[in-house]
């Protein structure tokens, strides 16, 4: 392998490192593309394609040499918005001049083993808090504010310890829309919530895939349809099963 051949492969896996993080951390699928190919541009390639869906990121260079291609497989995905607009100076560093291959790679690599999640105790605390004031913007009453933290909470808690057991969200997705239900059936039958479906919506508001629909109605206003297409889809299991969860317990009554 040639050199020139050879600065091609690292300047392809500069762009396809940069694009799994932005995957992975929520990023929409037009973003991605055009931030890979953008990179690519800046470090010398000038003719690029990419093709980017949920779970995986084809990428070809083309030069005076043959054209090359690699696929990476995405498996992972989860929201850290903070990774993305990392990525994204990165990017504008590498096209102003600021940083060159090597250094934009090594400091991709620190973004993406780098941990800027909350502790688990603070996120369940932001959810508990979050279910109370949406349980109130659903005009709910302030005696309910108590039991819909105490539910949502302990449903974004059950989520996030079911799902490092079982790598499948929708069964964790299930499970804890099904724990919300049956706290909130528990509260309000021992006298300490009034109005059940109100602590419900509030409690589940939590597991509702936001930023996913967000970012399937976006790609498909980019027109990436099988990538809008699928995230819709996710969106609609995750949606399908958070109502399952809750109708198993309704059944109760």
Sequence with gaps: MNDQASKTYEIMEVCLLAGKIMLQSGGETYRVEDTMMRIAAALGVEKSHSYVTPTGIIFSAEGDEPTKTKLIRISERSTDLKKVALV???????????????EALNRLQEIE????????????????????????????????????????????????????FVPIKFFSEFLAAFIIGLLSLLLVQIGFGKELDKIIIGS??????????????????????????????????????????????????
């Excluded at 808090?129 to 302030?142: E, Q, V």
């Excluded at 819909?148 to 079911?162: A, N, P, Q, T």
């Design 88 to 102: 994204n100076s990165v990017s504008r560093q590498i096209t102003s001049g600021d940083l060159n291959m090597k």
């Design 204 to 253: 589940v508001m939590t597991l509702v895939p936001g930023l996913l629909v967000t970012n399937a109605i976006r790609d498909l206003m980019a027109g990436h349809l099988i990538a809008g297409l699928s995230k819709g889809a996710e969106a609609f299991l995750t949606a399908f099963a958070i109502g399952a969860g809750i109708a198993v317990v309704l059944t109760f009554l």
């Design 113 to 164: 083993t780098m941990t800027l999640t909350f502790p688990l105790w603070v996120q369940t605390a932001a959810a508990s808090l979050a279910s109370g004031c949406f349980m109130i913007m659903f005009n709910g009453t302030w005696i309910d504010f108590i039991p819909s933290m105490i539910s949502g909470g302990l449903g974004y808690l059950s989520f996030v310890k079911f799902h490092r």
